[in-house]
């Protein structure tokens, strides 16, 4: 079972729990729905991409823990000691986490409540978790993330606390240094196993080094568009959910995220709510093609 987890900003939005369907304007977990602009807002967007990918792949949906935080971290902070308490009863299979709060012990409480686990689940993180993994030293108890450029810099950055701290300024990061970062942010004990860096040029890393590059299909238009990093983590955990190899998901889920953008045939004005629509057709024609 893939479980997906992560804050979402809206302030009624109680802990909830259960299993997700993803429809182009309604976002169903377990008794709660989001609609309009939540379907595709930051954890929501990776949730839905997750659930669309299941269901081009006809493997069950995903299940969801999610929890309102406006910025307080009391939403995360709730969520972290529900999983913590029920991850074992849960016993899900890979878990993600994404858009949450800096927090210090709730954290590394339910990770080791994971790693505690007789079989404990492929984790991935991307946004705020991601961060935090690094922020608390428990990066290589994780096994994929999912970070862009700058999020690599943080990650390469033995003595940065935050990201607004790290050697170089992150958004001068340049592509051609991805190589380099990788191995860095591996050799500190800042990376886990694998990772996919999201860029204009994809990459695939493996202990630090580069086993693939995704430059295609190519489309700037989608550079703009807020989310579609949120999309590929949630592709990539539906796929690597589905029992496929994980650097053949990594693989897949960058090529899919490209070819949904090809096929949505995006405009600076495109947002991500218009681009998940197309995933399903983009899994079945990656898939298809293996």
Same mark, same amino acid.
Request: charged letters at 20%; glycine letters at 8%.
């Given at each position: 079972?893939?479980?997906?987890?992560?804050?979402?900003?809206?302030?009624?939005?109680?802990?909830?729990?259960?299993?997700?369907?993803?429809?182009?304007?309604?976002?169903?977990?377990?008794?709660?729905?989001?609609?309009?602009?939540?379907?595709?807002?930051?954890?929501?967007?990776?949730?839905?991409?997750?659930?669309?990918?299941?269901?081009?792949?006809?493997?069950?949906?995903?299940?969801?823990?999610?929890?309102?935080?406006?910025?307080?971290?009391?939403?995360?902070?709730?969520?972290?000691?529900?999983?913590?308490?029920?991850?074992?009863?849960?016993?899900?299979?890979?878990?993600?986490?994404?858009?949450?709060?800096?927090?210090?012990?709730?954290?590394?409480?339910?990770?080791?409540?994971?790693?505690?686990?007789?079989?404990?689940?492929?984790?991935?993180?991307?946004?705020?978790?991601?961060?935090?993994?690094?922020?608390?030293?428990?990066?290589?108890? @994780? &096994?994929?993330?999912?970070?862009?450029?700058?999020? +690599? =810099?943080?990650? !390469?950055?033995?003595?940065?606390?935050? /990201?607004? %701290?790290?050697?170089?300024?992150? @958004? &001068?990061?340049?592509?051609?240094?991805?190589?380099? +970062? =990788?191995?860095? !942010?591996?050799?500190?004990?800042?990376? /886990?196993? %694998?990772?996919?860096?999201?860029?204009?040029?994809?990459?695939?890393?493996?202990?630090?080094?580069?086993?693939?590059?995704?430059?295609?299909?190519?489309?700037?238009?989608?550079?703009?568009?807020?989310?579609?990093?949120?999309?590929?983590?949630?592709?990539?955990?539906?796929?690597?959910?589905?029992?496929?190899?994980?650097?053949?998901?990594?693989?897949?889920?960058?090529?899919?995220?490209?070819?949904?953008?090809?096929?949505?045939?995006?405009?600076?004005?495109?947002?991500?709510?218009?681009?998940?629509?197309?995933?399903?057709?983009?899994?079945?024609?990656?898939?298809?093609?293996?």
């Amino acid at each position: 079972m893939l479980l997906l987890v992560g804050t979402i900003p809206i302030e009624t939005l109680p802990l909830t729990y259960g299993t997700v369907n993803y429809q182009p304007d309604k976002l169903t977990i377990g008794d709660y729905t989001l609609e309009g602009q939540y379907v595709t807002l930051g954890t929501a967007a990776m949730i839905s991409a997750a659930s669309a990918t299941c269901q081009a792949l006809g493997i069950p949906g995903p299940n969801a823990a999610v929890v309102g935080d406006t910025g307080m971290g009391e939403g995360t902070m709730k969520l972290l000691r529900y999983l913590t308490e029920e991850i074992a009863k849960l016993s899900p299979s890979v878990v993600t986490l994404h858009y949450i709060l800096p927090t210090r012990d709730p954290f590394i409480n339910f990770i080791n409540a994971a790693h505690k686990m007789e079989k404990r689940p492929f984790l991935i993180a991307d946004a705020g978790a991601l961060l935090n993994a690094k922020a608390v030293k428990l990066a290589p108890k @994780f &096994d994929l993330f999912t970070p862009d450029p700058g999020e +690599l =810099s943080f990650l !390469a950055d033995p003595d940065a606390a935050h /990201p607004a %701290y790290v050697q170089h300024f992150i @958004f &001068d990061v340049d592509q051609t240094e991805v190589p380099r +970062l =990788s191995q860095e !942010a591996y050799a500190h004990g800042d990376a /886990p196993q %694998y990772m996919i860096v999201k860029a204009p040029t994809d990459h695939v890393i493996v202990n630090g080094k580069v086993v693939a590059v995704i430059k295609e299909p190519n489309i700037p238009a989608l550079e703009p568009i807020g989310g579609t990093g949120d999309t590929i983590t949630g592709v990539v955990s539906a796929l690597i959910s589905s029992g496929m190899d994980v650097v053949e998901a990594c693989i897949a889920a960058s090529k899919i995220n490209r070819t949904a953008g090809e096929l949505a045939r995006p405009t600076p004005a495109t947002t991500i709510a218009q681009f998940i629509p197309f995933i399903p057709e983009a899994v079945k024609k990656i898939i298809g093609k293996k």
